[in-house]
């Protein structure tokens, strides 16, 4: 059974850090893209960035180049998400979403070309 568990979130300041997890189970994910992806209250799910199985390729939305970093472990089965100089508006429920084969980079930025997902975790940036 695939599973993804998200970790890291919390309560954190304007221009804090953190840094979120997402532990992947089941099988192995290294040939996968892998993604996050935020949903803040009343809104829809945005995505945020995805990485290629290798680790040698990003993508990420305009609201968080430059100051998000998206990394991955294949030996842990894991993607990390680096959150830097956070702001308010970044308060959401991070999700982290696995899309096995290849897609075109546009379809990789919509959730319905994602498999699997976690549970999502709170961020919550305070002004």
């Known amino acids: 059974q695939v599973q993804l568990v998200e970790s890291g979130g919390g309560l954190v300041q304007t221009g804090g850090s953190l840094r979120l997890s997402c532990a992947a189970s089941?099988?192995?994910?290294?040939?996968?893209?892998m993604g996050w992806f935020r949903q803040a209250p009343g809104k829809e799910r945005e995505f945020l960035t995805r990485?290629?199985?290798?680790?040698?390729?990003?993508d990420y939305a305009d609201s968080v180049r430059g100051r998000f970093t998206i990394s991955r472990d294949n030996d842990k089965n894991t993607v990390y998400l680096q959150m830097n100089t956070l702001k308010p508006e970044d308060t959401a429920v991070y999700y982290c979403?696995?899309?096995?084969?290849?897609?075109?980079?546009?379809?990789?930025?919509?959730?319905?070309?994602?498999?699997?997902w976690g549970q999502g975790t709170q961020v919550t940036v305070s002004s």
């Open positions: 990485i290629s199985g290798s680790g040698a390729f990003t």
């Open positions: 979403a696995v899309s096995p084969g290849l897609k075109t980079r546009f379809m990789y930025r919509e959730e319905k070309n994602y498999d699997y």
């Open positions: 089941g099988r192995t994910f290294s040939n996968d893209v």
